[in-house]
């Protein structure tokens, strides 16, 4: 009986032993492994604290792959860029992303996934994010952000007015956005126009607010690591939002984007209880608004930096205005800059390429269904087990190797233009051209869809900045804030702190 006992927990120690993966051993043809010496957490700790100094470190040792045990998952890394393209190929036949993301998503938005969430997803950003969609929503975009970029000027007085870089960045970015996609108060008449306005900017101010203490919860949340305190605020604010961004008021808006009603509308048509939609619209916001305001402060704050850059980009930005016949002036028309005006900008895509570049950092991850081999680039061939998942990181991987961008940690504001002032393309490693040179908006099925609505709402922010305002830091030699490094993985990356800058207008 005695020996029963004892068999009986035995096999459940060694179960849960094998269960924490401490028995795993490299097999033949599998990428080194590092399981790190803490049982199932592995390498979770280091890799937390900072992923990219992390990575660096385990690519010096091993090269162009390697698999880690992190929190119970064994992850291969793949840091060789010419095998990007095979391995995106692959993201579509043998590996899964809802797999993870479907967790990922009911953790941070409450939002429990259909299967044909992505196919919809799909159809409306290519609808409504591209093509002439982008053209409608550019229009709108530009009207929410001279509505708030020009209301607090005062009388045209010019007055300096003073903020944190970051902040007013993020701050005008993001409500403009949210604005152009979710929609405006409706006004029924020229006076009822200035109230609705005002709503505006007042309710996009408050969401903005809410949203930043969401934002900096978000990668603790992500990671399930929030204390108790801060995980019953992460529950606080999603309900918040859920309410805040619920159907039944956004669909009260006007101007509503096709891209926020098209996917409302399918969710409902295929019998998606309402609170879940709430929800989805929450997801929504974060993806289209959580990263073009910070780009929006990167790009500024280094063109702030660089005198030559900010030249340059400033004599393109009147050039376009010179070339359609416009030109500020205290009480005069609002500048009208069409999607054809920003497809005239070389120098300013360079520099925004180039500040992606330097703070874009996802983590691309995806699921093995089936054991499968992997093909490298050198022609060598890895066995990847099924259960496992795989990740590129192409800020170490790619954006960061010398070899490919010299002094990759300087902003050079034409690193991605030609002699002869076209787009540059052409990035070699090895002396082999590489398929994907940077990868800000991520890769394969899941590519940010909208990466073209994106590099609009930037540009324009930037024009409107240059052509309305003057501005400064308020101390010129301060240095460019570090990198927080909490966040490496999530999308564009924040500072560890904020910057002081003034502007007034022109
Ligand atoms: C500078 C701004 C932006 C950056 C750097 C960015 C980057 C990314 C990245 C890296 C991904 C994940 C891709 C992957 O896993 O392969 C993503 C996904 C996504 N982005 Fe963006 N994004 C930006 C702006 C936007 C905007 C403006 C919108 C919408 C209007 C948007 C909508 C989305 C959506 C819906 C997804 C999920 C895609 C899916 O599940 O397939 N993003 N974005």
């Not at 401490?22 to 700790?45: D, S």
Request: with cysteine.
């Amino acid at each position: 009986m005695l020996l029963a006992i004892l068999l009986a927990l035995l096999a459940l120690v060694f179960g849960g032993l094998y269960m924490l993966g401490v028995f795993r051993k490299r097999r033949p043809n599998e990428p080194p492994l590092e399981k790190g010496t803490i049982p199932w957490l592995g390498y979770g700790i280091e890799f937390r604290k900072n992923t990219y100094a992390f990575l660096e470190k385990m690519q010096k040792k091993h090269g162009d792959i390697f698999t880690v045990q992190l929190a119970g998952y064994y992850i291969t890394f793949i840091t060789d860029p010419l095998s990007f393209g095979s391995i995106v190929k692959e993201f579509r036949a043998k590996l899964d992303f809802d797999d993870f993301a479907i967790h990922l998503v009911a953790r941070v938005f409450g939002y429990h996934s259909r299967t044909d969430d992505h196919k919809l997803l799909e159809k409306a950003s290519k609808k409504h994010l591209k093509g002439d969609g982008l053209v409608v929503i550019t229009k709108a975009m530009m009207k929410n952000l001279q509505n708030l970029m020009l209301h607090n000027i005062g009388d045209g007085q010019k007055k300096w007015q003073q903020d944190g870089l970051f902040h007013y960045s993020y701050n005008i970015v993001f409500r403009a956005g949210y604005l152009a996609l979710f929609g405006n108060e409706p006004a029924k008449n020229q006076e009822s126009l200035k109230k609705a306005k005002k709503f505006d900017q007042d309710h996009s101010d408050e969401l903005f607010g809410e949203f930043r203490k969401y934002d900096k919860l978000f990668p603790r949340l992500a990671y399930a690591v929030l204390p108790p305190k801060d995980k019953m605020e992460a529950e606080r604010l999603k309900r918040l939002f859920w309410t805040m961004l619920s159907v039944k008021r956004t669909l009260q808006k006007e101007n509503i984007s096709g891209w926020i009603t098209d996917q409302s509308q399918y969710k409902a048509e295929n019998g998606m209880p309402e609170y879940m939609q709430d929800r989805f619209m929450f997801l929504l916001l974060w993806a289209s608004q959580g990263n073009t305001g910070p780009a929006c402060f990167w790009l500024l704050l280094y063109l702030m930096k660089h005198p030559d850059a900010i030249e340059a980009v400033r004599g393109e930005v009147e050039n376009v205005l010179k070339e359609t016949g416009q030109q500020v002036k205290a009480g005069g028309p609002l500048i009208n800059l069409t999607r054809d005006m920003l497809l005239k900008t070389p120098i300013m895509d360079s520099a925004i390429e180039e500040t992606l570049r330097l703070t874009a950092a996802p983590m691309l991850t995806r699921s093995v269904k089936d054991d499968m081999i992997l093909k490298m680039s050198n022609g060598k061939k890895y066995a990847i087990r099924q259960g496992d998942l795989i990740a590129l990181f192409p800020y170490t991987a790619l954006h960061m190797d010398q070899d490919i961008y010299p002094e990759p940690k300087k902003f050079k504001y034409n690193r991605f233009l030609k002699k002869d002032g076209t787009k540059k393309t052409d990035f070699f490693k090895n002396g082999k051209l590489l398929k994907f040179f940077t990868m800000p908006w991520g890769a394969g099925t899941t590519i940010c869809p909208g990466r073209f609505f994106a590099v609009n709402e930037v540009k324009q922010f930037i024009f409107l900045m240059l052509s309305y305002f003057e501005f400064k830091l308020v101390n010129p030699k301060e240095e460019i804030p570090g990198i927080d490094q909490n966040r490496w993985g999530f999308g564009i990356m924040q500072p560890t702190h904020d910057i002081q800058f003034k502007y007034r207008l022109r």
